[in-house]
């Protein structure tokens, strides 16, 4: 792939939260986000799943800039980034739970204008043309407009969320968890609504989700993140089929699937917790879990290495899991 | 059994009839709001009256109809006979007292009530207690069990915690568990550790297990049979493989084609048309036909009953009449 292709690019990107420490007693970090680097495409979906606390929404926070990064660099079309009026038209985000994300005393129209006021110079007229468009293109009629929040359903909220965040047309959306606190009926329709915009409008998704079913349907290409850092990065059809990393095979082996002729979940065999992300174990952060670890792993922290062109796997014994 | 609220009564569960049988994981599915939460709680009478109201039917439990029993034999027949996890763990511990003293206070409570245990001295019985303690926590599979019953339950993980509950539930020895969306708020790899645990845990201590879950992959990995719920009615109830492997509702069909089981490339998903129902109206017709694709005129004019179409595959539908 072309580099000039690429829409956002992150390099060893960390982000490190100081906790208070004592006169005598040496600081401590909370290694949120550690050394992660990931490039999204123009047009492309990219996934970055993992379990609560790995760091996935602390990385999609530090790429909008609401986060201070620690080191590395976060790229937008080329540009470093800054916070500007630029870097937000071409990039937008709809938060994970529609309810807390809709200021409850504000109308919907003002809610969806609300990024044009600050982004473009257009007329009042051309705004009230554009909210309306827009909210047609999300499945709401005319008569949503002039309500508040909460005379709305979950779903209805989260195409709110969808319509604020295209409507001032960006290249790139970010969606923290986008459908993880709908029904599965509407967590449905709000998929295919996605995949719908994307194909109309060009635009590229960054998907932070901890569902692997999502992530699966979504995306083109998917990083598994485990204790701040990526452990296994490819083609999403790949990676589901092969997984590679232990941690990789874990999570793909407990997430359920509606077939009972199938049990998986009842056979999957990791133990234990997620590390804590102030004193990751030495080594391999997965080694205390990890059913194929030997002495190296509890040492050498492993690099994520290229298995072949596109598939990339942070384990020293990457070739026993195959 | 409504709800009185201030927008009218809220019809929340509607002529459900549930039958558990011994030793056996039933799982009732449904989205939110469609009354499988108040339906756990109508089994172990922690509804509170008003603004909940019993309008009709009973409760059974091993022959007795829970509506004759007093406050007394009512607290007996909850945790002692039917107990119940919530979504939450950490809401449902005291987030002052030690893990280890709150599970000794849930046998504590059980001793009392065996009156025939009193020939041991207070300090046998004090002594046997925190040996069961420990028991209990060995038997949810958490290790170090000595140091976690010294702790309070901030120091633990969400697993951790809901394998307390689990272990305080069992430490009562009844005969059901409901089990309310124990492992919604856990995450996937933790998740399949818990449901493993109860699962095995049912066998283990003879009990049977209510589990209450909005997602049908969790259900079809664990359940022995599912009844799917909506607007307030189980409208499919069957064996859990032949519940998957013919699904027959029209409801049970849409929850199944929504979930996302392979890539966009494949096959696009075809969601539900609509929302949720509104259960402060009435409804005479079948709840599910204003979204359902094979509304027929007949669905509009009376309600469908559970039928048996099958060997012990019910469905409330007239496509099967």
Same mark, same amino acid.
């Given at each position: 792939m072309n580099r000039h292709d690429q829409l956002l690019e992150t390099q060893d990107l960390k982000t490190y939260f100081t906790l208070r420490g004592s006169l005598l007693r040496r600081r401590k970090y909370v290694r949120a986000v550690d050394l992660v680097s990931i490039n999204v495409a123009s047009g492309e979906t990219v996934a970055v799943v993992g379990e609560s606390g790995c760091g996935k929404t602390t990385f999609a926070r530090t790429v909008l800039l609401l986060t201070h990064s620690t080191a590395g660099s976060i790229k937008l079309l080329g540009q470093d980034a800054v916070r500007s009026k630029e870097y937000y038209r071409n990039m937008q985000l709809v938060f994970q739970d529609p309810e807390s994300s809709l200021d409850p005393t504000m109308r919907i129209r003002d809610i969806v204008a609300e990024p044009l006021l600050g982004l473009s110079q257009l007329t009042r007229e051309e705004i009230d043309k554009k909210v309306t468009q827009v909210m047609n293109e999300v499945g709401l009629g005319e008569d949503v407009l002039h309500r508040v929040p909460r005379q709305l359903s979950g779903g209805q909220k989260q195409r709110v969320n969808i319509a604020r965040a295209i409507v001032s047309e960006p290249k790139l959306v970010i969606l923290d968890e986008p459908t993880s606190a709908l029904d599965a009926s509407v967590q449905a329709q709000i998929l295919n609504l996605l995949l719908d915009l994307q194909t109309k409008h060009g635009l590229s998704y960054l998907i932070i989700t901890h569902n692997i079913s999502v992530a699966e349907y979504l995306s083109d290409r998917i990083y598994v993140m485990y204790a701040g850092r990526i452990v296994e990065q490819g083609f999403t059809d790949e990676v589901i089929k092969k997984p590679r990393h232990p941690y990789t095979i874990a999570l793909l082996a407990s997430a *359920?699937? *509606?077939?009972?002729?199938?049990?998986?979940l009842l056979s999957a065999e990791i133990t234990g917790e997620p590390p804590s992300a102030i004193d990751p174990p030495p080594g391999c952060r997965f080694n205390p879990r990890c059913p194929f670890a030997k002495e190296l792993c509890r040492i050498k922290e492993p690099s994520l290495d290229p298995l072949s062109q596109d598939r990339f796997v942070a384990c020293h014994f990457v070739t026993e899991t195959a | 059994m409504n709800y009185e609220s201030s927008q009218g009564t809220v019809h929340a569960i509607d002529s459900v009839s549930i039958a558990i049988q011994p030793r056996n994981l039933i799982a009732v599915v449904g989205e939110s709001g469609c009354g499988k939460s108040t339906l756990g709680l109508a089994i172990i009478g922690l509804l509170p009256v008003p603004p909940a109201k019993q309008v009709s039917g009973n409760v059974v439990y091993k022959g007795v109809n829970l509506s004759n029993l007093n406050r007394e034999q009512m607290r007996r027949y909850r945790g002692t006979e039917v107990a119940m996890i919530f979504q939450e763990p950490i809401t449902s511990l005291n987030p002052v007292y030690k893990i280890g003293t709150q599970i000794e206070e849930a046998i504590a409570i059980r001793d009392s009530r065996e009156k025939e245990k009193s020939s041991n001295s207070q300090q046998d019985k004090a002594r046997e207690r925190r040996e069961e303690v420990l028991g209990s926590l060995k038997m949810v599979r958490i290790p170090d069990s000595e140091s976690v019953a010294n702790r309070? *339950?901030?120091?633990?993980s969400g697993g951790m915690r809901q394998r307390v509950m689990i272990a305080m539930a069992l430490a009562q020895k009844p005969s059901l568990l409901i089990a309310d969306e124990p492992t919604t708020a856990l995450d996937v790899t933790t998740q399949a550790e818990v449901l493993k645990l109860m699962r095995n845990l049912m066998n283990e201590v003879d009990t049977s297990i209510l589990l209450i879950t909005h997602d049908l992959a969790v259900a079809s990995q664990v359940a022995d049979r599912v009844a799917v719920m909506y607007g307030g009615q189980i409208v499919e109830e069957a064996e859990v493989n032949e519940l998957f492997k013919k699904p027959l509702h029209p409801y049970t069909n849409g929850l199944l084609s929504c979930i996302p089981t392979g890539s966009k490339k494949e096959a696009r998903l075809k969601p539900i048309q609509g929302n949720v129902l509104d259960l402060r109206e009435t409804y005479t017709c079948c709840k599910f036909a204003p979204r359902c694709p094979y509304v027929m005129e007949k669905c509009w004019k009376a309600k469908p009953h559970l039928q048996t179409s099958r060997t012990e595959h019910e469905v409330a539908c007239y496509l099967y009449e």
């Amino acid at each position: 792939m072309n580099r000039h292709d690429q829409l956002l690019e992150t390099q060893d990107l960390k982000t490190y939260f100081t906790l208070r420490g004592s006169l005598l007693r040496r600081r401590k970090y909370v290694r949120a986000v550690d050394l992660v680097s990931i490039n999204v495409a123009s047009g492309e979906t990219v996934a970055v799943v993992g379990e609560s606390g790995c760091g996935k929404t602390t990385f999609a926070r530090t790429v909008l800039l609401l986060t201070h990064s620690t080191a590395g660099s976060i790229k937008l079309l080329g540009q470093d980034a800054v916070r500007s009026k630029e870097y937000y038209r071409n990039m937008q985000l709809v938060f994970q739970d529609p309810e807390s994300s809709l200021d409850p005393t504000m109308r919907i129209r003002d809610i969806v204008a609300e990024p044009l006021l600050g982004l473009s110079q257009l007329t009042r007229e051309e705004i009230d043309k554009k909210v309306t468009q827009v909210m047609n293109e999300v499945g709401l009629g005319e008569d949503v407009l002039h309500r508040v929040p909460r005379q709305l359903s979950g779903g209805q909220k989260q195409r709110v969320n969808i319509a604020r965040a295209i409507v001032s047309e960006p290249k790139l959306v970010i969606l923290d968890e986008p459908t993880s606190a709908l029904d599965a009926s509407v967590q449905a329709q709000i998929l295919n609504l996605l995949l719908d915009l994307q194909t109309k409008h060009g635009l590229s998704y960054l998907i932070i989700t901890h569902n692997i079913s999502v992530a699966e349907y979504l995306s083109d290409r998917i990083y598994v993140m485990y204790a701040g850092r990526i452990v296994e990065q490819g083609f999403t059809d790949e990676v589901i089929k092969k997984p590679r990393h232990p941690y990789t095979i874990a999570l793909l082996a407990s997430a *359920p699937i *509606p077939d009972p002729s199938k049990k998986n979940l009842l056979s999957a065999e990791i133990t234990g917790e997620p590390p804590s992300a102030i004193d990751p174990p030495p080594g391999c952060r997965f080694n205390p879990r990890c059913p194929f670890a030997k002495e190296l792993c509890r040492i050498k922290e492993p690099s994520l290495d290229p298995l072949s062109q596109d598939r990339f796997v942070a384990c020293h014994f990457v070739t026993e899991t195959a | 059994m409504n709800y009185e609220s201030s927008q009218g009564t809220v019809h929340a569960i509607d002529s459900v009839s549930i039958a558990i049988q011994p030793r056996n994981l039933i799982a009732v599915v449904g989205e939110s709001g469609c009354g499988k939460s108040t339906l756990g709680l109508a089994i172990i009478g922690l509804l509170p009256v008003p603004p909940a109201k019993q309008v009709s039917g009973n409760v059974v439990y091993k022959g007795v109809n829970l509506s004759n029993l007093n406050r007394e034999q009512m607290r007996r027949y909850r945790g002692t006979e039917v107990a119940m996890i919530f979504q939450e763990p950490i809401t449902s511990l005291n987030p002052v007292y030690k893990i280890g003293t709150q599970i000794e206070e849930a046998i504590a409570i059980r001793d009392s009530r065996e009156k025939e245990k009193s020939s041991n001295s207070q300090q046998d019985k004090a002594r046997e207690r925190r040996e069961e303690v420990l028991g209990s926590l060995k038997m949810v599979r958490i290790p170090d069990s000595e140091s976690v019953a010294n702790r309070y *339950p901030f120091e633990l993980s969400g697993g951790m915690r809901q394998r307390v509950m689990i272990a305080m539930a069992l430490a009562q020895k009844p005969s059901l568990l409901i089990a309310d969306e124990p492992t919604t708020a856990l995450d996937v790899t933790t998740q399949a550790e818990v449901l493993k645990l109860m699962r095995n845990l049912m066998n283990e201590v003879d009990t049977s297990i209510l589990l209450i879950t909005h997602d049908l992959a969790v259900a079809s990995q664990v359940a022995d049979r599912v009844a799917v719920m909506y607007g307030g009615q189980i409208v499919e109830e069957a064996e859990v493989n032949e519940l998957f492997k013919k699904p027959l509702h029209p409801y049970t069909n849409g929850l199944l084609s929504c979930i996302p089981t392979g890539s966009k490339k494949e096959a696009r998903l075809k969601p539900i048309q609509g929302n949720v129902l509104d259960l402060r109206e009435t409804y005479t017709c079948c709840k599910f036909a204003p979204r359902c694709p094979y509304v027929m005129e007949k669905c509009w004019k009376a309600k469908p009953h559970l039928q048996t179409s099958r060997t012990e595959h019910e469905v409330a539908c007239y496509l099967y009449e």
